[in-house]
């Protein structure tokens, strides 16, 4: 219903920031009002000022791709949330491509782009296989009920990070701890946060001292014959980390959930496995927006954006544009690779894309195969967050199975 669409968009507008409200028995699916309308709507930020929020492929797409617009921390308005003295957010960190425009994030960029060799991803590949086997003999040892979070969908990419960056095997539960307790949701202005960021940093400063004194095979050591100084390097850790750590732990829950709730995914999952893992990214779209900010005056699908206007680029939205996809809003398998968004677009498209795929595959593809009646071991209506936040991101996910 488009003008229904039309409606809520213009009580957007008079919003501070994104919609947050879902449907509770569509969870899976972006807020009403970002979907049916015009590619391009004026929208308040949170710290007040007026920008845009763009929501088809195409626009998402031009604005990612157009050097026109930046993506310095420093210019962007929030369309969630704010920096907590109301100010604007302080600029990147030296290392932290995120938050940089070319040309110094082509420099980080190269470097680490230069580190995913055919070779290393061979290795990297066989570890994940490992571990994850590891896991789910772990899960059926212990038995149903458990909670698959804790249990698989936050050790495995936590684990292969250690793997990725060359943190020894005996340390790694020091690591991991931290680690946890930074994608967990410990509230950010707390003690344990603060404990988690420090004990992680001292870890990481450490960890890159052993491997200029005594390089292994692996990023953070092959990093150590760059031009890059400590602080990059430690930086750079924790991009990787924040980065790489809590998306894949998030769409391994939420592609475990679905796999529990729609017909002929365990099949789809373990016979056509590359493809369906593209699907579920595509929709369940979990980075559900970027932000860029207008250098100069740029006209995007006939609409003007002028100089430091924000465009909040709803990934989800375009993920679901109908424009693009038949039937948007279903899970439809094979589709065929590519044509999503979920990575993003352009310069700062996802580094860890690749490796987040051989992950996503592995797991799922053994998953279905190994727990084919994997099921909720609580009502679905009772997990936590249907309804609320951006997008649904349940903290924990009970489930069970049927014994051999
Ligand atoms: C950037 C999604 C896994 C490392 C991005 C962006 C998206 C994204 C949408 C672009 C953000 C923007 O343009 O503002 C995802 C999803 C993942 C995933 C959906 C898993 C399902 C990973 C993994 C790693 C990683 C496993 C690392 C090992 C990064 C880095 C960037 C990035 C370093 C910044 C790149 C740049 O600015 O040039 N990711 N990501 N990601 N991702 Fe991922």
Known sequence: DLSLGERNREECVMQQGLPTQRSADRPFDPPQELLGGQPLTRMTYADGKAGWLATSRSAVRAVLADSRFSARYELLSLPTGMPADGGALPSAMPGDLTGLDAPEHTRYRRLLTGQFTVRRMRQLTDRIEQTVAEHLDAMRRKGPPVDFVAAFARPVPTLTICELLGVPYEERALFEDNAVTLVSTVD?????????ITGFGEYVARLVQAKRAAPTDDLLSGLTTSDLDDTELATIAGVLLSAGLATTMHMLTVGALAMTRTPGLVEAMRDNTE???????RYMSIVPFSVRTALEDVTVDGELIKAGE???????AANRDPAVFDDPDSIVIGRGKGGHVAFGHGIHQCLGQQLARVELQAAFRALATQFPTLSLAVPFESLPGLQDGIVFNPPELPVTWQQA
């Not at 493809?275 to 990214?281: F, G, N």
């Not at 924000?310 to 989800?316: A, G, K, Q, R, Y």
């Open 188 to 196: 950010p202005s707390s003690d344990e946060y603060a404990k988690a």
């Open 275 to 281: 493809s369906t893992v593209e699907e579920l990214l």
């Open 310 to 316: 924000t465009v909040t680029l709803s990934l989800h």
